[in-house]
């Protein structure tokens, strides 16, 4: 099908914050090569406001399995929130995601497969006419994994969609928003001095690392920023986590539990750099600018590429699964060091 066809095109991601955002430079680059097309991206209700506000697509269309329980309620919902599209571009390899590209009704209907699970082969095969092995699953690629970013703009590669691609990620704030965020820190009598944030995810905690672990870590951070604050995030749901540790935190310290997904975006573009677990805050402070460290598990090493933060100066650094006697202190001074390296960069 000609470019000049395709008038409607749906495209789906229904993974976490990270991946949506990795599928953002393909949306610049869908736009940039189909100008006058119907750009609308499928995504869950936990993902949207990541894509709020965004020139390329024309419209966001939120995903509850929950509430569509049959394929009649799901074909019925896609039917209702758009006209049958042109283009169903899967960005997701997932079974459920591949689904909806079938029910969409779309003329093409592209995406990956994985090739070493039996079901995803099968399903692409009859839910897909455009079907390609992920990159990561290619053997030519198995030395230098490539990024998901380069993964998703390879598929709109193989459909003539790809010219002059777009490579960075994107979350686009308000002025409100970015005020809002400017009247936290001033509540907060945070004004010209150098930020820290630290985020804190449960998943700081999985195998075994304690408080006392989380206590000396963000000791260690304050102390590398004299006259300078800690800022320490948590999102919804992960108020224990920082109420467990917030009394033994370094005076000055900040702490923000709970604030809407954009004005917590909003603070980003004012720290000097963030540290986090592998998770969405690594890809919030990519997509504006901020440099990080990003803590992975260590099983993760040999994949990482795929997923390390994007487009900004970062340091990975690789956790044991559970903790082990030295480890604790050779973590804590490994996260330390790489903030430092990324500090003295920026400032």
């Keep these: 099908m000609a470019s000049e066809e395709l008038k409607n095109i749906l495209v789906i991601k229904l993974d976490h914050i990270g991946d949506v955002l990795w599928a953002t430079p393909s949306l610049s680059t869908l736009r940039k090569n189909l100008p006058g097309a119907r750009i609308a991206m499928l995504c869950t209700r936990y993902t949207e406001p990541a894509l709020r506000g965004n020139p ?15 394929n009649r309620d799901k074909k019925k919902f896609l039917n209702d929130a758009m006209t049958r599209p042109d283009l169903a571009l899967c ?16 003329k093409i ?35 230098e994994l490539p990024h998901e970013v380069d993964a998703n703009l390879a598929l709109l590669n193989m459909l003539g969609l790809g010219s ?20 936290f820190l001033s509540e907060h009598g945070i004004k010209d001095e150098p930020l820290i944030m630290w985020h804190l995810p449960l998943k700081w905690k999985e195998g075994g690392w304690g408080d ?22 948590c999102g919804p749901g992960e108020e224990d986590l920082l109420n467990s540790i917030k009394a033994d935190l370094p005076a000055g310290t900040v702490t923000a539990a709970g604030l809407d997904f954009r004005i917590w975006a909003a603070l980003f573009p004012h720290c000097c750099v963030v540290v986090s677990r592998d998770c969405g805050a690594v890809h ?13 598990e260590e099983f993760k090493r040999k994949e990482h590429a795929r997923w390390e933060p994007w487009g900004v100066p970062h340091v990975n650094i690789f956790r044991p699964e559970k903790v082990q006697g030295e480890g604790f202190e050779k ?17």
């Design 284 to 296: 919030v402070a990519a997509a504006l600018g901020t440099p990080v460290v990003s803590v992975f």
């Design 212 to 233: 006392d672990y989380l206590i000396s870590l963000g000791q260690g951070l304050s102390e590398l920023i004299p006259g300078g604050r800690l800022l320490v995030t």
């Design 164 to 183: 002059e691609p777009v490579r960075d990620t994107r979350i686009y704030l308000t002025e409100d928003e970015k005020n809002g965020a400017e009247k």
């Design 109 to 143: 209907r592209a995406g990956y497969y994985l090739p070493d699970k039996p079901i995803s082969v099968l399903k692409s095969m009859t839910r897909l006419n455009r079907r390609y092995v992920h990159p990561a699953m290619m053997e030519k690629n198995k030395a």
């Design 331 to 347: 973590n804590i001074g490994e996260i330390i060091s790489g903030a430092k390296k990324l500090l003295e960069e920026s400032l």
């Design 56 to 70: 390329d697509i024309d419209g966001v269309i939120v995903y509850d399995r929950e509430s569509l329980p049959s």
């Design 91 to 106: 960005l997701d390899p997932r079974d459920e995601a591949v689904l909806l590209a079938y029910l969409s009704e779309a």
